[in-house]
């Protein structure tokens, strides 16, 4: 852990934006860098009764300028809390979030992710995606609530 990297993915959560935190002090107490992920997932169809707002190619254009301008903006933010000398590494993955979060986390010394903490009937129908990582990941995962 000491020579690698802290992982921290975003969704750009409030409890995720809480995460940040976290992955800022224990990047200060290690002496490392922090790898920011955020996981662009693939679209799911809705029915609009064949009314097309906007097309496909636009609104992938729209998501991929609001995630680069959150990213960029999150860097920055936590560039200040960082000590001199280390640094904030964005990175953005298209895919299923479970699966890019492990890939990429394959190298890293820590993973620092937010439990979501909702309760909806969504959320007990859809994957967890920190439970994945907890259960799967090779090294250390730091879950914030």
Excluded: W
């Excluded at 679209?43 to 300028?65: D, N």
């Amino acid at each position: 852990m000491r020579t690698q990297e802290v992982l921290c993915p975003t969704d750009f959560s409030a409890t995720a934006a809480h995460a940040l935190k976290y992955a800022v002090e224990m990047a200060n107490l290690y002496q490392v860098d922090i790898r920011l992920l955020h996981v662009v997932s693939p679209a799911r169809s809705a029915h609009f009764y064949g009314v097309a707002v906007e097309t496909p190619a636009t609104l992938e254009q729209q998501l991929a300028e609001f995630v680069e301008q959150k990213m960029q903006s999150l860097q920055q933010e936590m560039q200040q809390g960082l000590k001199s000398g280390l640094n904030i590494k964005p990175v953005i993955r298209h895919g299923d979030a479970s699966e890019e979060i492990l890939a990429e986390a394959s190298d890293v010394g820590m993973v620092v992710i937010a439990s979501h903490g909702s309760t909806s009937l969504m959320d007990f129908l859809k994957p967890h995606v920190s439970q994945d990582v907890v259960r799967l990941a090779k090294c250390p995962v730091l879950v914030i609530k």
